[in-house]
């Protein structure tokens, strides 16, 4: 059995993991916040997986169109070649993995995988060796060393819980990389065991990661810290900030796609600039409206909230036509509001309007709701007067 420590890595996470689980936790939230259509959630996990599978097989040198890619996956065009007959397997691959995501981490689950991306691959197409005028072959199994190594590693996997999932992922990847298994297997099987673990753990950011993605633009760094035959590979200390770098990328390509749909949720385009500005807020710090405490805020008064995020105006003639109630309940939400430091009133009479307060913290208790950029923008609004 192989010792625990062996896959322990010795630096300090703190810079590196904490601020990635501080972005991981905000984009979850904002997911939550802006609430994407299940229709626009399916094509988007569709599309992670066509990535995953188009930079994983980058990676092994089979570069295909990204298009060809997303016809095979979609099963538009049937797979011709061994190049796009292994895009094909890969994508049942992440199938296999992804319908056993309730089973740990196994040989026989790698077998499978083996099984899948290297012996029905190269059955099916039967090329030959010109010199030799038989067909290619591939053993079936690991050497016995290379099978313990393995079984030790999967064991710490499943009974490790020291380290996050998101630490644990790259330490899986970076060690089946160094380990003496198929050329033809390799990279694959590290991308795919390692989305399966996040995914397994909850951690694969709604279907939608494709870390291979960052992987491809560092090819370089990546393969070096990986090793070669000729060149030892990086410390594992290296190699997990390495990884964590990639994962914090990744989030910020996937927190930029969360934002354009936002922006088409309330025409963003068709905005002044200060309703631009208000929206911009409302995206980054809209979802901490959840986490106010109903002591606070009620649940009419969390919904006003929301409905002036969205709008950037509202006034309170129409709120009470939107909920059906008295003016002056409407009135003691917005005293109360004010109050807060949340909103601030434009206007005076029957143009008397209400919208996000970008300028005051009057309130410590909720400073934590407020962007970081308030008081810039209170200067320069000042300025413009």
């Not at 796009?84 to 196994?106: C, D, F, G, M, W």
């Not at 996040?198 to 951690?203: E, G, I, T, V, Y």
């Not at 005076?348 to 008081?375: H, M, R, S, W």
Request: with cysteine; proline share 2%.
């Amino acid at each position: 059995m192989i010792l625990v420590n062996r896959y322990e890595p010795q630096i300090s996470l703190d810079d590196a993991f904490l601020a990635l689980a501080k972005q991981y936790s905000e984009l979850q939230s904002i997911y939550e916040f802006i609430d994407l259509p299940e229709n626009i959630s399916k094509i988007e996990k569709a599309n992670s997986a066509i990535l995953r599978n188009y930079y994983t097989n980058a990676l092994d040198h089979n570069l295909i169109d990204i298009k060809t890619v997303k016809y095979i996956v979609n099963k538009n065009i049937h797979a011709n070649g061994i190049n796009e007959r292994a895009v094909e397997q890969y994508h049942k691959a992440e199938q296999i993995l992804t319908s056993n995501l309730s089973e740990p981490l196994s040989l026989n689950l790698f077998y499978q995988i083996h099984k899948c991306l290297v012996l029905d691959l190269f059955e099916s197409n039967k090329e030959w060796n010109l010199f030799a005028g038989k067909s290619v072959s591939f053993p079936e199994r690991l050497d016995v060393e290379t099978e313990l190594e393995l079984d030790g590693l999967f064991e710490f996997m499943n009974a490790d819980t020291e380290f996050h999932p998101m630490v644990q992922s790259w330490m899986l990847h970076f060690r089946i990389m160094a380990l003496p298994i198929f050329d033809e297997l390799r990279t694959k099987a590290a991308c795919l065991l390692q989305y399966f673990w996040l995914a397994k753990n909850q951690m694969d950011c709604f279907g939608l990661l494709s870390i291979e993605h960052e992987l491809y633009l560092n090819k370089n760094n990546y393969l070096q810290l990986c090793g070669t035959k000729d060149k030892k590979a990086a410390g594992f200390d290296d190699q997990v900030v390495f990884g964590l770098n990639m994962h914090q990328n990744q989030l910020f390509r996937i927190k930029d796609l969360f934002q354009s749909y936002f922006r088409k949720q309330v025409d963003f385009e068709k905005l002044n600039p200060r309703q631009k500005n208000i929206m911009n807020y409302v995206f980054e710090r809209g979802y901490k409206l959840k986490e106010i405490d109903d002591s606070i805020l009620n649940k009419r008064q969390k919904l006003i909230m929301y409905i002036i995020q969205h709008k950037g105006f509202i006034s309170t003639k129409e709120l009470v036509n939107e909920f059906d109630c008295n003016r002056k309940t409407i009135q003691r939400d917005f005293t109360l509001l004010l109050d807060l430091g949340l909103v601030r009133s434009i206007g005076a009479g029957a143009g008397l309007k209400y919208c996000i307060n970008l300028q005051e913290k009057t309130n410590p208790q909720l400073e934590a709701y407020q962007a970081d950029f308030v008081q810039l923008g209170f200067r320069n609004e000042a300025e413009e007067l």
